[in-house]
């Protein structure tokens, strides 16, 4: 987070001095915008996931799974910035604000999927579901095993779940 800075973005976008601090005036409104794009991008892919339909546990586990692994693979340096945000909202009201917009965003459209999955209580077992997901993704993240397969893991939290 040390890194981020006006002059850092301006240089990594082949910008002139300066023109990052038009659009984000301070290192704050910095961080939050990082967070918003961040927060747009996981958007686009949980709404991949929702425009298959309501799938069954399997079609879910494979989606899921699916995406895990994009976010510890390709992915890995978005979600790298997406747990510096969330490290940096631990002490930041504003960004812990964005952050819970965003979550109850995604609780209003996961709430209902999880039910249709057959969960008795969809608003808890969607927070463990995230919870679980974020842990896999950190471990793997933090200590990389070739050939990562999320699914079995996914797939045993589910049919203990639902």
Excluded: C, Y
Excluded at 37 to 60: C, M, N, T, V
């Amino acid at each position: 987070m040390r890194n981020l800075t006006h002059r850092a973005v301006d240089d990594r976008a082949g910008l002139p001095h300066g023109s990052t601090s038009n659009l984000f005036r301070t290192r704050e409104a910095l961080v939050a915008g990082v967070l918003g794009r961040l927060q747009e991008r996981e958007k686009a892919g949980w709404a991949s996931l929702a425009g298959q339909g309501l799938p069954d546990r399997e079609a879910f586990v494979t989606a899921l799974s699916q995406m895990v692994r994009q976010l510890t693979g390709d992915g890995r340096v978005i979600t790298l910035a997406r747990h510096a945000l969330f490290v940096e909202a631990s002490h930041n009201p504003a960004l812990q604000a964005q952050i819970a917009v965003a979550r109850h965003e995604l609780e209003a459209w996961a709430v209902p999927f999880v039910g249709a999955l057959g969960s008795q209580d969809p608003a808890a077992d969607l927070r463990i579901i995230l919870s679980f997901v974020d842990g896999l993704m950190v471990n793997q993240l933090a200590s990389p095993v070739p050939g990562f397969d999320p699914a079995p893991a996914i797939a045993m939290l589910l049919r203990g779940m639902l």
